[in-house]
Every structure is written in structure tokens, then in C-alpha cells.
């Protein structure tokens, strides 16, 4: 069993627990109304950040002993991010759905759910605790569970980030629907990075797509050759935790100021 597949099993384990505590039914209650931005956002011109909130990794370890997640969120939306990313899944990254929660209630772009959803039951639940898209990994669900996870979390008014590794991967993306794809260039089954992979991959995905490299983003190098090859946005984390001011990083990638900076 691999790394992800691992992962994907604690995952089911760990939320059939959650479902013990609140049944689908109590969680259905706690949703609030709203509609997602997340797609808009990474539309806007120019290159998008998704600038995730990390602490752990299971190919690093960890990676940010001091973790004051609010405090980084709110520097990510100071320096012009189009969206955050917030890890809930609590063993190999040390995440919380309380950092979620308290992320959502305390800024105003929109918030990806970063976990490894197995069961309808977290789209419910990244919904109530207000995150406005979901991760959908296609090599961990087969092809109509995914676009039945896509479709149910757009009709509970969030985006869908579906993810690939491979050319069969993208393609099964694109088959159910999917209107970001997003292409980890970290294998989660070697943790063997390729940034060339999300360029090779992008000319299989429809043009219309919302296209996201995922993994491996080290500089301004890396962004402008990925933009040159019609990705619209990265999601970056590794090297935004590590680095202590995390504006300037940013702005260092990015060549300058991100739209909308203050």
C-alpha cells in the first residue's frame, strides 16, 4: 500500500468516526448559504495564488513549528492571493478543521478544504465549516464518485479542485466535468517531483479549464515558465511555511506586487 493510499485509508477511518459524533443529518443543519468565488478567482489576469496554510507533510516532516495559521492567512490575503489553501487532515499533516474554521471566519477570499476526500460526508462538512471548494483526488475515487463529489459540492455552492497525476487522470477529469483541474507535480505515491509535469499535462486539459500546478514552486523561474505554458494558477506551500516573511516571498515569485495587494 502506498503513501496515498495509506492516507486515503486513515482518511475513511477517521471520518466514519467524525459521522458517530454528527450524523449527516445534525451536519446538514449547521451549513450556511453562500456561493463560491473560488473559480473567479483564479480566472482573474495574470498568474493566481493559492497560498496554503501547511504544517506538516508527509515528504517533509515538519515544516512549521511555529504555526500561527490565522496570522498566515491573513498575510496571504494582505499580499494578493487569490485564494488560501488550509489542511485539515491531522496525521500526516497535521491539520485541523478548527484552522479551517477560524480561516474562513476571518478572511474575505475564498478557502480550499485540503484533505483527502473518501466519503460525501466532508463536502457536507467542509461546507459548514465554510470553505468554499473542496479537493477531489481522482487516484483515490473512481470515475462517478468523483463527479458525483464535483456535482454535490457545486450544488452546496463550492468549487471542486479535481486532481491528477497522469495523462489517464486528466483525461477522466475532464470526462466528469471538472472545471479546475489541478496537476500535483509531487507523486504522493514516490513523493518524486517533476515540474515539467504540469506543463506536459496542460495540453491534454480543455483549453476553458481553469488550469492549477500543484507542488515543487521554488521561484520566479518556475512561475514564468508555467504562465508561458498557459497554467493559470499555482498552489504553492512548502516554500511560503518555510520562509519567514511570507509577503516578500510572494512578491519574489511573482516578479512584483500580485494584484490586489495592499
Known amino acids: 500500500m502506498n503513501i496515498l493510499e495509506q492516507i486515503a485509508q486513515k482518511t475513511a477511518d477517521r471520518i466514519e468516526e467524525e459521522k458517530r459524533k454528527v450524523p449527516l443529518e445534525q451536519l446538514k443543519e449547521q ?57 485539515t487532515e491531522p496525521f500526516w499533516f497535521l491539520g485541523a478543521d478548527r484552522y479551517l474554521k477560524e480561516i474562513t471566519e476571518n478572511v474575505t477570499i475564498p478557502v480550499l478544504r485540503k484533505d483527502f476526500t473518501v466519503d460525501e460526508y466532508m463536502i457536507w462538512q467542509a461546507r459548514a465549516l465554510g470553505a468554499e471548494a473542496v479537493l477531489l483526488i481522482c487516484a483515490i475515487l ?31 477529469a475532464a470526462n466528469t466535468g ?7 507535480n509531487r507523486d504522493l505515491r514516490s513523493f518524486t517531483v517533476d515540474m515539467n509535469n504540469s506543463i506536459r ?50 512578491q519574489e515569485l511573482n516578479g512584483g506586487p500580485l494584484h490586489g495587494s495592499n
Open 31 to 87: 451549513i450556511r448559504p453562500g456561493s463560491s468565488g473560488f473559480l473567479e478567482a483564479l480566472k482573474r489576469p495574470g498568474m493566481s495564488y493559492i497560498c496554503e496554510v501547511k504544517k506538516a507533510s508527509p515528504s517533509k516532516g515538519l515544516i512549521a513549528p511555529d504555526f500561527p495559521y490565522l496570522s498566515i492567512a491573513l498575510e496571504y490575503q494582505e499580499a494578493g492571493a487569490a485564494a488560501i489553501s488550509c489542511l
Open 201 to 250: 499535462l496542460r495540453a491534454l486539459a480543455p483549453a476553458e479549464t481553469v488550469f492549477v500546478s500543484e507542488s515543487g514552486i521554488r521561484t520566479a523561474q518556475d512561475i514564468r515558465l508555467l504562465y508561458e505554458n498557459h497554467v493559470d494558477a499555482v498552489l504553492v506551500g512548502e516554500t511560503l511555511m518555510r520562509s519567514p516573511e511570507k509577503k516578500k516571498m510572494l
Open 142 to 172: 473512481e470515475k462517478e464518485r468523483l463527479r458525483a463529489y464535483r456535482q454535490l459540492a457545486e450544488e452546496l455552492g463550492m468549487d471542486a479542485l479535481v486532481e491528477a497525476h497522469d495523462e489517464k487522470e486528466v483525461e477522466m
Open 178 to 184: 471538472a472545471r479546475i483541474i489541478g496537476v500535483n
